[in-house]
């Protein structure tokens, strides 16, 4: 299945990628697939981020869903849940809040945290998470990660399969 992106164009708009889109990446022992649909409301990057994060953290996380409701005030965008239905795993792609941040850390202190941004300067973000954490007892870490602006170029094949690793992002995990 074609991606349906053009390569040319790094930044991914609403009207390049499609409604729907069958992602493939791997786990430890198996292809997994995932469509990614965005809503009216929702920018492409914010997608794109979604999918990147689920194959990135797969092979860790290999029964995360995307999307889902877990019980919570808060979606996850990305999520695996433990054999007692609490999330191990939150991704979220793009604008989380100070509160959001705060809330999720004091209340999952055994869930590994991501949040991605498109093509963006970690450091505030990083002030932003490091003061939420502080004081907090947690034995899970923090992850920031930036996902540069070719991102879907890079890391999207024409056939829809992503190949990333950690070693191509620029990261901080705070712990």
Do not use: C
């Amino acid at each position: 299945m074609k991606s349906g992106y053009p390569k040319a164009s790094p930044m991914p708009t609403n009207n390049s990628i499609p409604r729907k889109w069958k992602l493939t990446a791997r786990d430890q022992h198996n292809v997994q697939h995932n469509v990614f649909a965005w809503g009216m409301n929702e920018r492409a990057v914010h997608v794109v981020m979604k999918a990147l994060i689920w194959a990135l953290y797969l092979p860790q996380y290999p029964a995360s869903r995307v999307e889902v409701r877990i019980g919570d005030k808060y979606k996850p965008d990305v999520v695996q849940l433990n054999a007692q239905g609490e999330p191990e795993f939150w991704g979220e792609a793009g604008m989380v809040g100070k509160r959001k941040i705060e809330s999720l850390v004091r209340r999952y202190k055994n869930t590994h945290f991501v949040i991605g941004k498109w093509d963006a300067r970690l450091d505030p973000f990083e002030k932003i998470v490091s003061g939420a954490l502080e004081g907090v007892d947690r034995s899970a870490p923090f992850d920031l990660i930036r996902f540069p602006d070719d991102s879907i170029a890079r890391f999207i094949d024409d056939e829809g399969v992503i190949t990333i690793a950690p070693d191509d992002l620029e990261w901080l995990r705070l712990e």
